[in-house]
Nanobody
Framework: QVQLVESGGGSVQAGGSLKLSCKAPRNIFSVFSASDMNWYRQPPGKERELVATITSGRTTNYADFVKGRFTISRDNSRKMVYLQMNSLKPEDTAVYYC?????????WGQGTQVTVSS
């Protein structure tokens, strides 16, 4: 059963912007609002890496390589989490994954491709 669904990926030139969305359609409100939500990415030929986190208390943390360029946010009423990506670089090219940490386990979306051309 699909727990998380990402959207918003695509191709963009360096310096451009994209906004990724992740929906948790099967979550009930209380479960989603109590979850920590993360965005990970996996560049071609590399390991998956953590990009940004937003906790249930809305504390945010970012990997050094996206600080100042990416913003993570959440809308609990819509069971959505977002990743606004600005000033994109070719090295941001990757499959981006939504991740949810719940009391009953950790869940992943199917990923969305982001390609940044120079």
């Amino acid at each position: 059963q699909v727990q998380l669904v990402e959207s918003g990926g695509g191709s963009v030139q360096a310096g451009g912007s994209l906004k990724l969305s992740c929906k948790a359609p099967r979550n009930i409100f209380s479960v989603f609002s109590a979850s920590d939500m993360n965005w990970y990415r996996q560049p071609p030929g590399k390991e998956r890496e953590l990009v940004a986190t937003i906790t249930s208390g809305r504390t945010t943390n970012y990997a050094d390589f996206v600080k100042g360029r990416f913003t993570i946010s959440r809308d609990n009423s819509r069971k959505m989490v977002y990743l606004q990506m600005n000033s994109l670089k070719p090295e941001d090219t990757a499959v981006y994954y939504c991740n949810q940490v719940r009391q009953d386990g950790t869940y992943w979306g199917q990923g969305t491709q982001v390609t940044v051309s120079s």
